[in-house]
T-cell receptor, first 113, second 112 residues
Framework: DGGITQSPKYLFRKEGQNVTLSCEQN?????MYWYRQDPGQGLRLIYY???????QKGDIAEGYSVSREKKESFPLTVTSAQKNPTAFYLC????????????FGQGTRLTVV | EDKVVQSPLSLVVHEGDTVTLNCSYE??????LLWYKQEKKAPTFLFML????IEKKSGRLGSILDKKELSSILNITATQTGDSAIYLC????????????FGQGTTLQVKP
């Protein structure tokens, strides 16, 4: 079945560690996005990519990094520079630039221990 | 700065009630407004609205956009416990990037 797969579902990070969240889609979508969700704050955009080998910062990019080496994959690295990384992370994709119906993965819950 | 505001932030009703959720926005280049339902994990798409005054309906759910008032409402009639979820409103105010600006969400709890 077509869709977006995020892994892992749960992730624990120690202080000072970098961790990478995976996002894979087999929908042949051009655009992919990473959002962070905190209670009472809705979804905030971290990074987005409109095409392979290109990505732009969203509203809260500090402490995060991404890559888009393949159309299907858009991994997010949460670096040690992100001071408050505990949150629910959602990856999304849309068919093309300007197509605004986004499809979401099941999310990764990251906790700092 | 572009922003989307939803109200109320949370709501508790009983089965059979009708609820109205609100979404207001301030964006530079409005293209569309979307409603999503988030039950546990992934938000699922409900509606996309681009034109004022035209109601979109799906079963007991309906939504309408008012571009003059820069707002949208989502109505749910004859609510059921399965309607309990976070309802997210998002606006595409981008220049063709597909970036969505999300509101805080409304948490709806429907009691039996």
């Amino acid at each position: 079945d077509g869709g977006i797969t995020q892994s892992p579902k749960y992730l624990f990070r120690k202080e000072g560690q970098n961790v990478t969240l995976s996002c894979e889609q087999n929908l042949n979508h051009d655009a992919m996005y990473w959002y962070r969700q905190d209670p009472g704050q809705g979804l905030r955009l971290i990074y987005y990519s409109q095409i392979v080998n290109d990505f732009q910062k969203g509203d809260i990019a500090e402490g995060y990094s991404v890559s888009r080496e393949k159309k299907e994959s858009f991994p997010l690295t949460v670096t040690s520079a992100q001071k408050n990384p505990t949150a629910f992370y959602l990856c999304a994709s849309s068919a093309k630039v300007g197509s605004t119906e986004a499809f979401f993965g099941q999310g990764t819950r990251l906790t700092v221990v | 700065e572009d922003k989307v505001v939803q109200s109320p932030l949370s709501l508790v009703v009983h089965e059979g009630d009708t609820v109205t959720l609100n979404c207001s926005y301030e964006v530079t280049n409005f293209r569309s407004l979307l409603w999503y339902k988030q039950e546990k994990k992934a938000p699922t798409f409900l509606f996309m609205l681009t034109s004022s005054g035209i109601e979109k309906k799906s079963g007991r759910l309906g939504s309408i956009l008012d571009k003059k008032e820069l707002s949208s409402i989502l109505n749910i009639t004859a609510t059921q416990t399965g309607d309990s979820a976070i309802y997210l409103c998002a606006v595409d105010g981008s220049s063709n990037t597909g970036k969505l600006i999300f509101g805080q969400g409304t948490t709806l709890q429907v009691k039996p």
